[in-house]
């Protein structure tokens, strides 16, 4: 054992050095500090990053919406589009005004799906909507949004949309 201030490398209470296999200089990983190692009982505490990531590129069409000069909500309007829609949805749903407003909810809420497909496939900058790559936004967005507008026309009472084949289908699963 070393002598040193409490704290410093090589004394019992401080950190132990143990060299990195991949750049090979030493990295100081945490002491205990629990019940067991005579601290207060938080548990470990966590070194400083040694590694910076850098090189994170955005998705495509990842850049803003607006100006840079332009406030916060104006570069984001693309995805505050798509989150006012799908509010006003879940606001229809939630709030019952008229009979079978669930599904006028559920339509606002794939349409604001559907909006966002368009707009990704339209714009070729959309701020935080885009999320992966052009295709697999437009993709994700459309199917879902897609799937929730048919299933909430499908839906019972009084469907406002029959396929029969998909009829069919259900009653050779629930028979």
Same mark, same amino acid.
Do not use: N
């Given at each position: 054992?070393?002598?040193?201030?409490?704290?410093?490398?090589?004394?019992?209470?401080?950190?132990?050095?143990?060299?990195?296999?991949?750049?090979?200089?030493? $990295?100081? /990983?945490?002491?205990?500090?629990? #019940?067991?190692? &005579? %601290?207060?009982?938080?548990?470990?505490?966590? +070194?400083? =990053?040694? $590694?910076? /990531?850098?090189?994170?590129?955005r #998705?495509?069409? &990842? %850049?803003?919406?607006?100006?840079?000069?332009? +406030?916060? =909500?104006?570069?984001?309007?693309?995805?505050?589009?798509?989150?006012?829609?799908?509010?006003l949805?879940?606001?229809?749903?939630?709030?019952? =005004?008229?009979?079978?407003?669930?599904?006028?909810?559920?339509?606002?809420?794939?349409?604001?799906?559907?909006?966002?497909?368009g707009?990704r496939?339209?714009?070729?900058?959309?701020?935080?909507?885009?999320?992966?790559?052009?295709?697999?936004?437009?993709?994700?967005?459309?199917?879902?949004?897609?799937?929730?507008?048919?299933?909430?026309?499908?839906?019972?009472?009084?469907?406002?949309?029959?396929?029969?084949?998909?009829?069919?289908?259900?009653?050779?699963?629930?028979?």
């Amino acid at each position: 054992m070393t002598s040193g201030t409490p704290g410093s490398p090589g004394t019992p209470d401080g950190p132990e050095e143990a060299a990195d296999p991949v750049k090979g200089s030493p $990295v100081s /990983t945490p002491a205990p500090t629990g #019940p067991a190692a &005579g %601290g207060s009982g938080r548990g470990f505490t966590r +070194p400083k =990053p040694t $590694v910076v /990531t850098e090189g994170t590129s955005r #998705p495509e069409g &990842g %850049g803003r919406a607006a100006s840079g000069d332009a +406030p916060a =909500p104006a570069r984001q309007w693309p995805l505050l589009t798509v989150l006012g829609l799908t509010a006003l949805g879940l606001l229809v749903v939630g709030t019952d =005004p008229f009979p079978q407003s669930f599904r006028v909810g559920a339509i606002l809420v794939g349409g604001a799906l559907l909006t966002g497909a368009g707009l990704r496939r339209a714009l070729p900058s959309v701020g935080m909507l885009a999320v992966r790559s052009r295709f697999t936004d437009m993709f994700t967005y459309g199917v879902l949004g897609a799937l929730i507008v048919l299933l909430a026309l499908m839906v019972q009472p009084g469907p406002w949309l029959r396929i029969p084949f998909l009829e069919d289908v259900l009653h050779l699963t629930v028979t």
